[in-house]
């Protein structure tokens, strides 16, 4: 079965005793999926830190605040406010990517504007996702910060001059690079789980409006989060595992190697031997240890 046509369903997120307060279905644009929950954590804190984040799908699927969210809400026990929200999901009948980026600014943007409502700390805003949603967390940092707008929707407050400055991005297992997975999966001699990757019907063939990767190089180029990689970012956290059988561990490494490069920064890394993709073999004390201390210093 086409990755496209897979039937998932999702549980709604348990929410932890460390969360004092959950703010449901805010919205922050006029489309009805434009909305997002806010989990406000228990403690004496005055001003939170908090992180958004941004759930995997291959940006067909998914929706906020489902069991993808547990790991990150963990972070509540530390002090942080977590929001999850809801984007655009695309389709053979919708090639709305990169509008979702939008959808992201916008909500940042929102967050800002009623921090002190929330009791969030703007100097503290981080941002994270995992598989798509590490695309969009990586591609919405580094074009903001490159001064690009990436993704334009209508009716949506998502101006660049009114981003909150993003301190930190953790990035868990691509995808990136859209049209080099095939190659990648030979170099590392992993069988890709999904035959049709790289073609129209793909998830990544549907990011770049319904063509096979090797035909829309420019949008592979505008959707590649490296290409807009300058001093400017974030320190990041990037995660892969080895025997991922949907993005290669490659897109990972490889985006990596750019980032410092382009940045002058050093990235922290958790490379998982034999880890595949999704949460499950992420959602360990060492892999949160390593989250909650990158997210924590400095």
């Not at 969360?19 to 489309?31: A, L, T």
């Not at 999926?33 to 998914?62: A, F, S």
């Not at 981003?163 to 930190?168: A, F, G, L, R, V």
């Not at 095939?182 to 409006?209: C, I, P, T, W």
Request: aromatic share 10%; glycine share 8%; proline share 5%.
């Amino acid at each position: 079965m086409l990755f496209k046509d897979l039937e998932v369903s999702f549980e709604a997120a348990k929410v932890p005793d460390s969360v004092e307060e959950v703010v449901r279905n805010q919205q922050y644009g006029p489309q009805k999926w434009e909305r997002y929950d806010l989990y406000l954590p228990k403690g004496k804190e005055k001003l939170k830190p908090l992180l958004l984040d941004l759930q995997g799908g291959g940006l067909v699927r998914g929706a906020k605040s489902t069991e993808k969210l547990e790991p990150n809400l963990r972070l509540t026990a530390d002090g942080f406010a977590v929001a999850s929200m809801n984007y655009e999901l695309i389709s053979e009948r919708n090639y709305s990517f990169p509008n979702q980026v939008a959808e992201v600014r916008a909500v940042l943007i929102q967050l800002k504007k009623r921090a002190q409502e929330f009791g969030l700390d703007t100097q503290r805003f981080y941002l994270t996702g995992e598989s798509s949603g590490a695309q969009l967390a990586l591609l919405t940092v580094a074009s903001v910060t490159a001064g690009v707008k990436v993704g334009r929707k209508k009716g949506l407050d998502d101006s660049l001059v009114d981003m909150p400055s993003i301190q930190k991005v953790i990035a868990a297992y691509g995808p990136y690079e859209f049209d080099v997975f095939d190659e990648q999966f030979k170099r590392l001699h992993v069988q890709k789980k999904y035959s049709e990757s790289g073609e129209a019907n793909s998830f990544e063939g549907m990011a770049v409006a319904g063509h096979e990767v090797t035909d829309n190089p420019i949008a592979v180029s505008q959707a590649n989060p490296a290409n807009y990689f300058t001093k400017a970012m974030p320190p990041i956290f990037a995660m892969a595992g080895s025997a991922d059988q949907v993005v290669p561990e490659l897109q990972s490494k490889e985006m990596v190697e750019r980032y410092e490069k382009m940045s002058g920064k050093q990235a922290v890394t958790y490379w998982l031997p034999g880890g595949h993709h999704g949460i499950l073999d992420f959602d360990t004390e060492d892999v949160y240890q390593t989250k909650k201390e990158f997210l924590k210093k400095g």
